[in-house]
């Protein structure tokens, strides 16, 4: 028993050394500057990597960035990655900074996404808008979507404006909608959630831009079937904008030095990928349970060693 320890002993030494033999440098003790951006599952992860990039003895900062900017930075090396690029909405941004060079495609998460405007479960089982989750059916029924604030149309509660510009009034001009519906711009995530809590409340008629992995999945959000996306549909890209968001990736990008400077990071968060559950869990502990995200992610860190260790080994 006693030989059989040490000879397990040995091994692992051995294979040890091999993991650290000189081949591998060892990751430079300069922080790796992680973005932190206003929706609540991306902050949490930056403070989930970050602890995973801790527990390997790396040095991290934490700053906030913009949306859409944050591509550039990270081509030009002030900040080292991204975790959460979402296709629909930051896709055009990254493919831009990767064709100027600088910036590298560092693995996809196992989530699927979908960033879309929708209505609550409700809307759907209490027939508010026959027809509905069909776009279709919105003409014959802005009245139910109409606040105060709308001019009489339909209100669509659209994310803050750096997310999409102004792709959600384009697209309903594209529709042909635009003389039924408004866009009107939360001016932060929290502001989507406050107006779905308020119109649950009296079980009213609400559409808001939402997505896909969210702390909404458990309760039920039904995205609406807008035209099927194809490349070249957004007005950006030359289209009328009448299309849907596409069904997406969840990528993770890095500045092209980061495999060099950090070989053992990078190559951990080249590993990392997380499920629609795990990107739940870490919406839901801040918009449910109303923990601070550094809170939160200490919390989902603790409790899921299993989910992110072996992205470490
Ligand atoms: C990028 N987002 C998840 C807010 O749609």
Redesign the pocket.
Known sequence: MKKLTRNIAVAMSLSLTAVSSPAMAADSSKPIVIPTHN?SS?VVMAYVIGGIFESMGNNVEYVPAD?QAVYEAIRNGDVTISH?V?Q???GASFYNAMQKGGIIDAGTHAAMTL?EMGVPQYVIDDNLCPGLPKWEALANCPEVFATADSGGKGRWLE?PQS?HGNQMPERLAGLGLDDKYMVKFAGS?DALWAELESAKKDRRGVITFN?TPNFTDAEGFVFIEFPEYFDGCRVGDGGNGACGSPKGWLKKAANYKFPKTHPAAYTAFSKISFTSTDIGQMAALVDIEKMSHQDAAKKWLSAHEDVWKPFTE
């Open positions: 929706w991306q949306t959460e979402w629909s909405t930051f960033e994310g997310w995530a997505w």
